[in-house]
């Protein structure tokens, strides 16, 4: 079989030749690194393009295997059969430099941001479980809960289940989080995400959904109301600023408050109870304790978009 070239039109130069491959027919075919799936493998495979591996980095789930904890946390392939790994380790065709910048770096640090504390990607997702994982930090901050979930839609929330994910914020007014999402019935403020501390100073960290308004607050009840429902694409609350679809749209009151309740998906969590029960699919979230620039939240807004 022929393989793909690299992007400046050149020939792939194995970094290490161990035999990874997928098995159809009784044929074991050799995967390369490639940015377009070659027209004998099978047909809708999300392309492979990955760092060197070792065998600690694929976990296998349902039946395919997917990348863990390098470049892309995303399925590798879902084949009837999976996929095979000989020899204890993996291989990565194309050297890391032979790939744009942009092209390594993990969605939620997209634009160089930093300090994620939690990353967590339903949309594409292996299965259900892979879904609670916590891209941005292993074994730390894994969501807990029950929902539906399809890898085309990302976790399906129907107006009366919810998510923990374990991150307690520090209410000072820097911390960031974003979502993507598609909204359903928007009666009774239905909160995609988002946790409160009190109902007397109401210093929530939470982004808020109404028929005709979308709030975002940081440590303060007052925060920030834009004048219509943001029910689809991917909402960023930043410090003081709000940002739709990568645009800032408005800026924040924001207050300090002790942190004690731990941020919920799919409904708000309320001094330890869910409320606020949202509606509809939510296909990525990702919450940092820091502040994202203007830039980092228009490149983590493209990011995220692009996640499928």
């Known amino acids: 079989m022929s393989y793909p070239t690299r992007p400046d039109g050149s020939l792939p130069i194995p970094v290490s030749i161990v035999d990874i491959a997928l098995s159809q027919g009784g044929i074991a075919i050799p995967v390369y ?88 990607q339903p949309i594409g997702a292996a299965n259900v479980a892979a879904s609670y994982v916590n891209l941005a930090n292993s074994g730390t901050y894994n969501i807990t809960g029950v929902e539906s979930w399809s890898t085309t839609d990302g976790w399906i929330f129907g107006g009366g289940n919810y998510l923990d994910s374990h991150v307690v914020p520090t209410l000072d007014g820097t911390w960031s989080m974003a979502i993507r999402l598609v909204a359903g019935d928007l009666a009774g403020f239905p909160t995609p995400i988002g946790q409160r501390e009190n109902t007397s100073s109401f210093p929530d960290f939470a982004i808020t959904l109404t028929n005709s308004s979308t709030t975002f607050r940081n440590g303060h009840v007052t925060g920030y109301t834009h004048g219509s429902a943001l029910a689809n694409g991917v909402l960023i609350l930043a410090g003081n600023k709000a940002y739709y679809n990568g645009s800032e749209i408005g800026t924040l009151t924001v207050g300090t408050a002790t942190g004690t309740r731990s941020i919920y998906i799919g409904a708000q969590n309320e001094m330890g109870t869910p409320l606020y029960f949202f509606s509809g699919t939510i296909q990525a979230a990702a919450i940092y304790n820091n502040t994202l620039s203007g830039a980092q939240a228009a490149a983590l807004s493209t990011a995220m978009a692009a996640l499928g």
Do not use: H
Request: charged share 10%; proline share 9%.
């Open 33 to 120: 690194g490639y940015t377009t799936p070659p027209s004998n493998l099978v047909v809708g495979m999300p392309a492979l393009r990955v760092k060197v591996l070792t065998s600690a980095d694929l976990i296998q789930n349902g039946g395919g295997y997917r990348v863990e904890g390098r470049p892309y946390a995303l399925p590798v392939y879902t084949a009837p059969s999976g996929l095979e790994v000989a020899g204890g380790e993996a291989i990565a065709i194309y050297p890391v430099n032979d790939w744009p910048a942009s092209e390594q770096t993990n969605w939620w640090e997209a634009g160089g941001a930093s300090g994620c504390v939690a990353a967590y």
